[in-house]
């Protein structure tokens, strides 16, 4: 695709700015974006070869519109596989389908139909007594310990442990997921070298093999969870959901089901560590709880980036862009935009509209899962709040997950300062 060439000349703010972006580097960026993003509403980052959209108006203009701007990206590697990749998950039978978040009506209305007949709120709070419970389980081994990493005690099981509640396994070791799941993260969203993509492409065959054995038994010994209702919902009918669209639902929810909210959870935590003040209301007052989740994922998102790709010659931010351009709209850059939010860069767990941000996209596109996110971080903040009120960070060596679109601490070190 040859750029076009309006506001693209050197030395001008988009020509810097496209200079400047590192699209896998989470350090600085919101200090990146909040530089550019009154001058700079689009600009072409070369070494991904996509349009970077960072103004809000802009980003929920397009998230909705199906009709000029498909999904069908947003799950494909940034950078094309090695072909051996490719032949090696062709042999192993991987099968999995773009559905969901990476598909377009009329098929994404057919299958959103059928998912929400179990991922919905009502389904999600069926579960909260079982979840706290979870929870309180792995804050019960942190106790009587000085330090601890929060990632690797808490937030880095306990998402994947509610998504087997929702599948019904009981018998399958939550760090394994997790460990395919990131593999998958890199593989996709990050810039993996070929050896690792041919180690991955191994563990994400391994991946389908378990969700193909998984739904398979639900076929003929169906309980009461996600890919028996599946199953009950298609009554045999294609036309409703093939049984590979089935395996397909039931492999994105063991992934996209638990890394956003590690992520959230972490980023969360972490900016009440950094404003104890605010961490100290929530102690006093748990009902603070909720809306300190809701300014956690504006102020400090799990998902940084989403991507689209135009149908058709389209003008964003004041550039003409032909069909096939890809864009990656900054959800990081939306969620502090002044024009939305005052003082975007505070974080203020009592900020009114927090709740607006678009930490879980927007459209046809929203989250499904996000009533479940939101409530997996309540019950976190709140049993946090409540078992170690004088938890304080025990230090500031934090690094993020590199890759374009998730944003989280990989460690998260603090002093607990139980009351003995």
């Avoid at 494909?76 to 999995?96: A, C, I, M």
């Avoid at 102690?283 to 400090?300: F, I, M, P, T, Y």
């Avoid at 046809?364 to 938890?391: D, K, Q, V, W, Y």
């Avoid at 601490?409 to 139980?418: F, T």
Wanted: hydrophobic content about 40%; charged content about 25%; some cysteine.
């Amino acid at each position: 695709m040859n750029a076009p060439v309006s506001r693209a000349a050197a030395g001008c703010p988009m020509d810097q700015a496209s200079r400047e972006f590192q699209p896998f580097e989470h350090s600085g960026m919101y200090e990146f974006l909040a530089s550019i993003r009154e001058a700079v509403p689009i600009f072409h980052a070369p070494e991904i070869g996509y349009w970077v959209v960072t103004r809000r108006e802009d980003i929920e203009a397009i998230m909705p519109d199906s009709e000029r701007f498909s999904a069908a990206l947003a799950t494909q590697p940034v950078f094309p596989w090695p072909e051996s990749v490719g032949r090696y998950l062709t042999d192993r039978k991987f099968t999995n389908e773009a559905v969901q978040v990476a598909c377009d009506p009329p098929r994404h209305t057919r299958i959103k139909t059928s998912a929400t007949k179990f991922l919905n709120i009502r389904q999600f709070m069926s579960y909260e007594d079982r979840i706290r419970e979870l929870a309180r389980s792995y804050i019960d081994k942190m106790r009587g310990k000085d330090t601890v990493d929060l990632v690797q005690a808490l937030t880095y099981e306990f998402p994947a442990q509610v998504v087997f509640l929702l599948l019904g396994v009981t018998d399958f070791d939550p760090r394994k997921i997790k460990e395919w799941g990131d593999l998958r993260l890199h593989m996709i969203w990050g810039h993996a070298s070929d050896q690792e993509l041919d180690q991955a492409a191994r563990d994400l065959a391994d991946f389908w093999d378990y969700t193909v054995d998984l739904v398979e038994d639900r076929k003929h010994a169906p309980k009461n969870d996600y890919p028996s209702l599946l199953f009950q919902i298609r009554d045999g009918d294609d036309d409703v959901l093939t049984e590979n669209e089935i395996r397909s639902l039931v492999f994105g929810l063991l992934l996209a089901g638990h890394e956003t909210t590690t992520n959230a959870a972490g980023n969360i935590i972490l900016e009440l560590m950094y404003h104890p003040e605010q961490w100290n209301a929530v102690v006093e007052d748990l009902s603070l709880a909720k809306n300190a989740v809701e300014e956690g994922l504006r102020h400090s998102s799990s998902v940084v980036a989403w991507r689209r790709q135009a149908k058709e010659p389209v003008s964003v931010g004041g550039v003409d862009l032909p069909e096939g351009a890809r864009l990656l709209l900054s959800l990081a850059s939306a969620n502090r935009d002044p024009g939305k939010f005052d003082a975007p860069d505070t974080f203020d767990i009592r900020r009114s509209n927090a709740r607006e941000h678009m930490a879980f996209g927007k459209g046809l596109h929203h989250c499904l899962g996000a009533p479940l996110a939101r409530l997996e971080l309540r019950i976190l903040i709140e049993e946090l709040a409540t078992a170690f009120p004088n938890m304080e960070l025990a230090n500031d060596d934090i690094d993020f997950t590199r890759t374009l679109s998730f944003r989280g601490p990989s460690r998260l070190p603090v002093r607990l300062n139980e009351a003995r």
